[in-house]
DNA sequence: AAATCAAGCGCC
DNA sequence: AGGGCGCTTGATTT
């Protein structure tokens, strides 16, 4: 498959390089030129896909599939199984300090420093040689043509935004905090509610937003608080409990959000949060604008399909005990996955009493639980399932010891003391506090290798899906045909004409299938999906497992 | 005054 | 004495 390279140049021009030439061309020029290749279904080269794209986007140029060389060169440079010296040499220093192009804020292109203009052939070249060079190549070319492929679908939901009624979200603001207020004012009802807590607690100049205050005032009330949040006043007795926890609730909605929310990430009834490929070190996704991690369900009414169109809303049931069933090789455990529900299909085997015990056991051992009940089920259901639980136990003792471990398909974690925990200037760590830090390590690297080929997983979920729904009914431009709107670790949303809703549902459960077999080979894990057809995204009633 | 931290909440 | 994130505010630091 040919490969063909963007470089910028300085003054708006493009170097297009592919396997025989290298040419020119001006920058205006490349959304027909990438219109013309596509037929031959080339893979695009460049620098940060979130700058290329959004502007072949604005053009109506779609691309089938691309290598994001500053992705990729982040995976090869953290990867076990790559030799780092193949990755370096010329302009490399340079690649390395690549930071991600912000998608919510597009800067074309920069003012011309060198790292605007670093040759991607060259780059692309250091690559190639890396993987080739590696043991576990195939394994290492999949994961680079999903994070790519996950870049390219990034960039696309960014550009078609999830539908969105200003409308229903103001009725849902207007219904439960009172008219939008003058600039800096708190809106009625939440002034009603600070209200009466402070005349309940008798606490007449009381700030609800201050914890100290608030703590204060507490105090003065009699209650014996330590903090403020919200579990914990819970648990108190006093008329000014309920009203608080109300004024939590709404002061919230009002500040995150809010009317402010919707004039600046709302526009043209969509909603465009930006996202940010492998931003979390465990290559899941995060997110630098809008809030896409936190879609919260209070405004999730606000999301509705255009006339005529709906919404597939399609999660997985218990992503990561499948993928640690898959990862491991625990034919047990995988047995118990086929069907919609993991947890009680341990319960069908005999391996646990009941479904809330088989679902504290996983997740106990997945974030290194050691106490009370979940770290009682651990220990039992670690004599059931030997090689699931024995692969996150494995992990947190490679942690623990200090050494590196990877995710089924070669993303390595960073070593132990390079990051968040030991910062140079720290006062020297005495030996309680070195242990603490390594156990902590460990439960991150237990988490890292489910939470990551769970990652992995998603990644050829979308990126498959992505494909299929291109495939189906429909021309014209992205925004016409049905499309992924929203991806959150194990959800998507599909924004489609109502008539191929079928199809569209077909397409998601295919390509989960399909991402199965892609990760595990022949040990066939199930991927259930939870699949909605709805016109607003509050009506996806979640299985909540 | 601006930058950074921490608490608390939201999501998976 | 359970992992990964982002966002907002008030508090603290520079």
């Not at 919510?104 to 420093?113: H, R, T, Y």
């Not at 034919?331 to 015990?357: C, K, N, P, T």
Request: with cysteine; glycine share 8%.
């Amino acid at each position: 498959m040919a490969r063909i390279r963007l470089s910028r140049l300085p003054g708006d021009r493009v170097l297009v390089s592919d396997d025989d030439e290298a040419r020119e061309i001006a920058l205006g020029d490349l959304p027909p030129l990438v219109r013309e290749r596509e037929t031959s279904s080339p893979r695009w080269v460049w620098d940060d896909t979130a700058r290329w794209y959004p502007s072949l986007l604005a053009a109506g140029v779609r691309v089938e599939r691309c290598h994001d060389l500053r992705l990729c060169r982040r995976l090869l440079a953290r990867a076990p199984a790559v030799d780092p010296g193949l990755l370096g040499g010329e302009e490399t220093r340079l690649w390395d300090a690549l930071r991600p192009v912000v998608a919510s804020e597009p800067v074309l292109f920069g003012a011309g420093d060198a790292a605007d203009h670093l040759r991607a052939d060259v780059e692309d070249a250091r690559q190639l040689a890396a993987v080739a060079a590696s043991p576990e190549a195939a394994r290492l070319r999949l994961l680079l043509a999903a994070e790519s492929a996950g870049a390219l679908a990034a960039a696309e939901m960014t550009h078609a935004g999830v539908p969105w009624s200003v409308d229903v979200h103001e009725a849902l603001l207007v219904d439960q905090l009172g008219p939008r207020p003058p600039r800096g004012a708190p809106p009625r009802l939440l002034a009603a509610c600070a209200d009466d807590v402070r005349r309940l607690l008798g606490a007449p100049g009381l700030n609800p937003d201050s914890r100290p205050d608030l703590l204060a005032a507490l105090r003065r009330a009699g209650l014996e608080a330590t903090d403020t949040r919200a579990s914990t006043l819970r648990r108190l007795d006093h008329p000014a409990v309920e009203p608080l926890l109300r004024y939590k609730k709404l002061a919230h909605l009002f500040h995150t959000n809010g009317w402010a929310w919707i004039d600046e990430w709302v526009r043209d009834g969509r909603f465009r949060p930006s996202y940010q490929p492998a931003g979390s070190i465990t290559g899941r996704w995060s997110s630098n604008g809008g809030g896409a991690l936190s879609f919260p369900a209070q405004v999730r009414p606000a999301a509705v399909a255009d006339d005529g169109w709906v919404l597939v809303v399609a999660d997985v049931a218990q992503l990561e005990p499948r993928v640690l069933a898959g990862m491991s090789g625990d034919r047990e455990l995988a047995r118990a996955a086929r069907g919609a529900d993991l947890y009680q299909g341990m319960v069908d085997a005999g391996a646990v009493a009941s479904r809330q015990h088989a679902k504290l056991g996983l997740l106990g051992a997945m974030y290194g639980a050691t106490s009370g009940e979940s770290g009682r089920m651990v220990a039992d259901l670690t004599r059931r399932y030997p090689q699931a639980f024995g692969l996150v136990e494995a992990a947190a003792r490679a942690g623990e010891r200090g050494q590196a471990v990877r995710t089924l398909l070669g993303r390595g974690c960073p070593p132990l003391g390079t990051a968040w925990d030991e910062s140079p200037d720290a006062p020297p760590a005495d030996l309680a506090d070195r242990d603490r830090r390594r156990r902590a390590h460990g439960r991150f690297t237990r988490n890292f290798v489910v939470q990551g080929t769970g990652a992995e997983w998603a990644l050829c979920w979308i990126a498959d899906l992505r494909n299929r729904l291109w495939r189906l009914a429909g021309d014209g431009p992205l925004e016409a045909r049905p499309h992924l709107v929203f991806f959150l670790h194990d959800e998507v949303v599909v924004h489609a004409p109502a008539r191929v809703a079928d199809a569209v549902t077909e397409a998601v459960t295919a390509a989960a299938a399909s991402a199965g077999r892609l990760l595990f080979r022949e040990l066939a894990i199930d991927f259930p999906l939870d699949v909605a057809v709805v016109r607003s995204y509050a009506d996806a009633g979640k299985a909540g497992t």
